[in-house]
């Protein structure tokens, strides 16, 4: 009997290993199957075109995004479309090619092409590519697509706008530059053509080596405190040197702003040099008409004093001289009296001085040659200074002036005793005449009327001289000598006497380079005037004189003298007085000597009511100020002639024989 079959255990593990992969299997088909649902999902929602298709380039598949940017719908997929036809014709070659490359294993980068829409227009647009394979067998291309229109827009957008910030910022009248790190790190053509240097120049060295070294600290310091944070001011000026080594000024406004993800200061700069010189000329124009206002008023100061100063000498020379005419030559005191003749000289010397500096010094004004004034004097001095060398170079042009002989002879002394003091240990002066024309920029700038001038340079190799005394080199009684060692009168004598002649004097110098004075003087077409010879005679007379000074001391003084002289005297102390007592002795007066200023009724206006009672009425000036201002209109109004207080015995007796006779 045959019993029933034992299991086959083979049979069954096999079996139940099939049945196994079965599930693992169907498994895995799920798996795909959802994996394919994730990937058809993204795949057909991703804002980015997707595509596939074969070696031949017919689409097999492709996601929304595709159609709506090409136009097509998914029937025209179907009915065969072929990626190749979306490529403009123009760009389908060099697609081709790259394909190709891609195929043959070379890495292709995305690569921007024209596309075509299904309405036939055309648009930018970027491939990223890649090979479909399986195994080494290529069987299409995958990739996705990006629309780069809009992108395109955007960078058209910002190249027009970057160009026309540009084209301002290339053609805008100021310099434009960006400082960043301490250097420039870009900059406009205005501002290369600013400092003089080529663009490439500027954007490789540091911004502050263009700064005048005494502003390098302040512009850097600023600009280290605005990247701080801290509140500078916006807006400065400051010195820089040129390509050329010119100082200029700049006027930079200063902006804080972010340049490539980093701090940096935008500037703004604008040329101001020429209205620096402008304010710097019109700074030197107020400062010298400030001096010359305050020169003006002490000038009219030291006028008064000298004036008075000759009244007392006036009386001292009259007495001296009269108690020297009753001595005889061999008497124990004639000596001592001439003597006094001597200081009350050396007086009338320092109160001409003063007038001098108060431009009321100009006694006998006639054309003279400047060039002639000049080597005389350096002919004097150099006689008395063999320590110094004198280098002439005089004009050939006649350099002829109106002026004052003897004043002239003072200006270029007293300039040629102050070069001395600066050459303590000897030197040279050099002296040097010209004809010029001065047109009206340089007449207002030396304060003058254009015209012509003779213009004289007094140069010396001493010393020199510092800002600060520069600046009080012509106030009266200001010097540098120390006490006892010089008046201080020199060169304020010099500026009067110039300026009273209707010319300019300035200074240049610096610590050890020297001193030059120029000095222009009004030219003039008339011929130089002859020196006449005099004598030192007491002239005689035996005429009747009206005396007229209100100081009575000169008043009795000189009425001794005159009656010595054998003249008939009368005598006024005002003007008033002086009127009264010419209406009743008018028929026995031949002459009168009136003195200028006076109390009440002056001397100017004492010559005119003596006129009207006598056109012919002879009057001889009387004044301890020169003949210029208030005495050359009384001049200039008829009056016979003028005297200098003080005056010695023979220059007035020789005044008065010459308008009697």
């Known amino acids: 009997m045959v019993g029933p079959s034992k299991p086959n255990h083979r049979i069954t593990k096999e079996i139940t290993s099939l049945k196994k992969r079965i599930r693992e299997l169907e498994e895995t088909e799920k798996a795909l199957r959802e994996s394919e649902k994730k990937y058809r999902e993204l795949f057909d929602f991703l804002p980015i075109a997707l595509f596939e298709v074969d070696l031949q380039g017919t689409v097999l598949s492709a996601n929304p995004a595709i159609f709506e940017t090409f136009g097509y719908s998914r029937s025209d997929l179907e009915q065969g479309l072929n990626g190749i036809q979306m490529i403009a014709p123009d760009d389908q070659e060099r697609l081709a090619g790259n394909i190709q490359r891609l195929l043959d294993g070379e890495w292709q980068a995305p690569s921007e092409y024209k596309g075509i829409r299904k309405d036939g227009s055309t648009f930018p647009l970027l491939i990223y590519p890649a090979v479909t394979r399986i195994g080494d067998e290529p069987l299409g291309i995958r990739g996705a697509i990006v629309d780069l229109t809009d992108r395109k827009r955007v960078e058209g957008a910002l190249r027009e706008s970057e160009e026309k910030y540009r084209a301002l910022v290339e053609t805008a009248a100021e310099a434009i530059f960006l400082a960043q790190d301490g250097a420039i790190a870009f ?64 006027d930079m406004s200063v902006t804080l702003i972010t340049w490539e993800g980093k701090p940096a200061s935008l500037c703004i700069a604008s040329d101001i040099t020429d209205r620096k010189q402008t304010e710097a000329e019109k700074l030197e124009l107020e400062r010298r008409l400030a001096g010359a206002q305050k020169l003006k008023a002490i000038g009219t100061l030291a006028a008064g004093v000298a004036h008075d100063f000759n009244n007392l000498l006036t009386g001292i020379q009259s007495y001296a001289s009269l108690i020297k005419l009753t001595l005889e030559p061999f008497h124990p005191h004639y000596e001592k009296l001439k003597h006094v003749e001597e200081l009350v000289e050396s007086g009338a010397d320092l109160t001409k001085q003063l007038l001098g500096f108060a431009r009321s010094g100009r006694y006998e004004v006639k054309p003279l040659s400047m060039s002639d004034i000049i080597r005389k004097t350096a002919s004097m001095f150099g006689r008395t200074r063999k320590e110094i060398t004198i280098r002439e170079e005089y004009s050939h042009d006649p350099c002829i002036v109106e002026a004052d002989h003897v004043q002239m002879e003072q200006v270029f002394m007293n300039l040629c005793v102050n070069a001395w ?223 200098q207080k003080p005056f010695p015995l023979e220059k007035l007796s020789r005044r008065i024989r010459e308008l009697l006779d």
């Open 187 to 250: 900059c406009n053509k205005r501002f290369s053509d600013l400092t003089g240097y080529e663009l490439k120049e500027l954007t490789t060295d540091l911004f502050t080596a263009l700064i005048h070294p005494e502003d390098r600290h302040m512009v850097y310091d600023r600009y280290v405190q605005r990247l701080e944070g801290k509140d500078v001011p916006p807006r400065y000026s400051f010195r820089f040197i040129d390509a050329r080594g010119n100082t200029r000024w700049a």
């Open 421 to 643: 003091h600066a050459m303590p240990g000897g030197g040279i002066i050099f002296l040097k005449t010209e004809q010029v024309v001065l047109d009206d920029t340089q007449a207002i700038y030396e304060g003058m009327a254009a015209g012509g001038y003779v213009k004289i340079t007094v140069t010396d190799t001493g010393t020199g001289i510092d800002e600060s005394t520069k600046a009080h080199i012509f106030d009266p009684f200001f010097t540098t000598k120390g006490m006892g060692r010089g008046t201080g009168l020199g060169l304020a004598t010099a500026y009067g006497i110039i300026k009273g002649h209707g010319g300019m004097i300035h200074v240049d110098s610096s610590p050890g380079r020297g001193t030059t004075f120029t000095i222009h003087l009004p030219a003039s077409e008339k011929e130089e005037a002859r020196e006449a010879a005099t004598d030192d005679i007491a002239l005689r007379g035996s005429e009747t004189i009206l005396l007229v000074d209100d100081e009575k001391m000169v008043l009795d003084a000189s009425m001794e003298l005159l009656e010595f002289l054998g003249y008939r005297v009368y005598s006024a102390e005002s003007g008033r007085e002086a009127m009264d007592l010419y209406r009743r002795k008018q028929e026995e007066i031949d002459l009168v000597i009136l003195d200028m200023i006076m109390p009440g009724l002056s001397g100017g206006a004492t010559f005119d009511r003596l006129a009207q009672i006598n056109p012919g009425v002879k009057v001889l000036l009387a004044s301890g100020y020169t003949i210029e201002g208030e005495a050359r209109k009384i001049m200039d109004r008829g009056c016979s002639g003028f005297i």
